[in-house]
């Protein structure tokens, strides 16, 4: 039997899985993939929970608690060729979309829990910054993460 749409679909949020964790060298607790695609546009960023610390991609050194003498390739290349990543699968989702007449989703937000090898997420189909005259892509995930974030050190804080 040949592979279906949800095959595809699920393959291409994998392998952002996948460059997510060969970036942080596989030393993350959770992945979060945040991926946007409104008016031809795409968006695409990641950041990760690491002992119990939510960070962005280029801050992954700064985590106190990491493995001593451990240092994360945070270069400007490596971060660019993570996103490419990200933006090509972006990319082959919205072509797999219309190839299926499916609709494609304005904004994927994916969250990985490594420990678990479990995968959620949520799927919006409306406009969410398109319409806006102050918000961009960027914007909204930069939003998550603050959210994310928040909730990680309220869950320090109580335990």
Known sequence: MGKIFEDYFSEYQ?????????????????IYIYCSYESNTIYGDCFFE???????KHQLNDIKGKEEGFEYDV???RQ???????????????????????????????VYDVKKNSLKADYCYENLWTDSETKLGLDICEEWFEEVKKKEEERVYVA
């Open 80 to 110: 660019r060729g993570l996103l490419d990543i990200i933006s090509e699968d972006i990319e082959k989702i919205y072509t797999l979309c219309m190839k299926y007449g499916k609709d494609m989703p304005t904004e994927m937000k994916l």
């Open 50 to 56: 690491i002992t119990k610390k939510v960070v962005k």
């Open 75 to 77: 270069s400007e290349e």
């Open 14 to 30: 994998a392998d952002m899985v996948s460059i997510c964790l060969e970036y942080v060298d596989w030393r993350a607790d959770a």
